[in-house]
């Protein structure tokens, strides 16, 4: 049986542990620098399971022992956004709870996938993948699935259609500078350009672009976590059952669509062995340029982060 580990036990990582024990994916365990919350979230959710005559157990704990041999390793970790708060807000305080978390989950489990959902997420996977050492295709952001699913929201509510009747694809960064591909969403097979007006069409991909903001406003205390939990577990379980999917999900490119060295959301299979290939897709000039600006601020961002975190380890020198 495959075993799972979620990392933070907040509101997205309890809610990935609920939807991976619905789907009975394999042994989970919940862990949590607070030990008592992933131990009362993980009772809560295995008693949960018995109400559906699911034998799922999932166990909380606060010790990385217990993640030992983990198949998949999802982080979810870090601090939320606040109201008036960019997902770069969170740049330097996350990077150093993800460093802490990734050194001791590879010690455990060195042969494991990573899963980040920590933001700025494009920029927290890079951070994984060189802390880790992993090969490209054992290291994952979740993005494109979470912004993927908001664009099919708000297309069914605009046509008053199924969610399920729309598909989308959503490229780049996760933020307000990601890229939904308007000529690639359809409507039961039918092109959105053909359904609604194009200034319809702008707002909703505006929309789709500040989804996350919209809900941390209305919250005011935290940001989304059903969907982001669900979207995280769309994918472990595309890797674990190797479905041979095809997900959007932020990877290391280099060389597709004209990136080198950088963590981009674009459509890949996702198997047994994490990354299975990277899909490329025709996009228009308007896309491509839409693209390449997101791009250019996932490298800013992550340069960024790398002099700060240059400039922490040489203040470190200069004390010790």
């Known amino acids: 049986m495959k075993k799972i580990t979620i990392i933070g036990a907040g509101n997205v990582g309890a809610h990935a542990a609920v939807s991976a024990a619905t789907l009975e994916l394999g042994n989970i ?5 607070n030990a ?34 983990s198949d998949i390793v999802i982080i979810t970790a870090g601090v939320s956004r606040k109201p008036g708060m960019s997902r770069d807000d969170l740049l330097e305080i996350n990077a150093n709870i993800l460093i802490s978390i990734v050194k001791q989950t590879i010690h455990y489990s060195p042969n494991c996938i990573l899963i980040v959902v920590t933001n700025p997420i494009n920029t927290m996977v890079q951070l994984a993948y060189e802390t880790s050492g992993f090969s490209k295709n054992r290291v994952i952001g979740m993005a494109g699935i979470l912004d993927g699913g908001r664009f099919k929201h ?13 598909t989308t694809m959503v490229l780049g960064d996760h933020g307000a500078l990601m890229v939904p591909l308007e000529d690639h969403c359809q409507v039961s097979g039918q092109p959105i350009a053909e359904l609604m007006p194009r200034e319809r069409i702008e707002a909703i991909v505006e929309k789709v672009q500040h989804g996350g903001s919209e809900i941390v406003n209305l919250l005011k205390t935290g940001s989304a976590y059903f969907a982001p939990g669900l979207a995280v577990i769309q994918m472990a379980k595309a890797i674990i059952r190797d479905e041979h999917k095809m997900l959007p ?3 290391y490119l280099e060389g597709e669509y004209d990136v ?24 228009s000039d308007k896309e491509k340029k839409a693209f390449n600006v997101s791009v250019a601020h996932i490298k800013e961002r992550t340069q960024d982060l790398n002099k700060q975190i240059n400039v922490g380890k040489n203040s470190e020198d200069l004390n010790s």
């Open 260 to 283: 080198n060295g950088a963590f981009v959301g674009v459509p890949v299979v996702l198997g047994n062995n994490g990354i299975e290939r990277i899909i490329e897709i025709q996009l």
């Open 36 to 69: 008592d919350l992933a131990k009362g979230k993980a009772l809560d959710i295995t008693q949960s399971m018995a109400l559906f005559h699911n034998d799922t157990i999932v166990k909380g704990t606060g010790d990385y022992e217990d993640t030992k041999d």
């Open 154 to 166: 708000y297309i069914a509510q605009e046509l008053n259609v199924g969610a399920s009747e729309v």
């Open 249 to 251: 999900c932020a990877v």
């Open 29 to 33: 365990i919940l862990l949590d620098t």
